[in-house]
């Protein structure tokens, strides 16, 4: 069981930047596969970056790429997304994820999610 807590969300203009968080509880966080997905108004959740167990390897949305970095620390619990160059269009409420198993880029696929924080680019 992974209990997941994101954090650091707030209003930024364009073209700045702003790192988000999210802390696991449990004893178990450097087994699980991260990813942080996001959802603006009226649209489907869609997939941001991931990350492996170890950090060895992410992938990222092309709608990101070059502009936001997920990295985590395994000794403190807690995954990153640092995010730049942001865009009005980054507007969402973004949400990390868990799994065991490697990454991916589908919703279903993982097992708990955090409540969400949001993330506003003025323009």
């Known amino acids: 069981q992974v209990q997941l807590v994101e954090s650091g969300g707030g209003l930024v203009q364009a073209g700045g930047s702003l790192r988000v968080s999210c802390a696991a509880s449990?004893?178990?966080?450097?087994?699980?596969?991260m990813a942080w997905f996001r959802q603006a108004p009226g649209k489907e959740r869609e997939f941001v970056a991931a990350i492996t167990y170890n950090g060895g390897s992410t992938d990222y949305a092309d709608s990101v790429k070059g502009r936001f970095t997920i990295s985590r620390d395994n000794n403190k619990n807690t995954v990153y997304l640092q995010m730049g160059s942001l865009k009005p269009e980054d507007t969402a409420v973004y949400y990390c994820?868990?799994?065991?198993?490697?990454?991916?880029?589908?919703?279903?696929?993982?097992?708990?999610w955090g409540q969400g924080t949001q993330v506003t680019v003025s323009s």
């Open positions: 449990g004893r178990t966080f450097s087994s699980y596969a």
């Open positions: 994820a868990a799994r065991l198993g490697g990454i991916m880029r589908v919703t279903t696929r993982y097992n708990y």
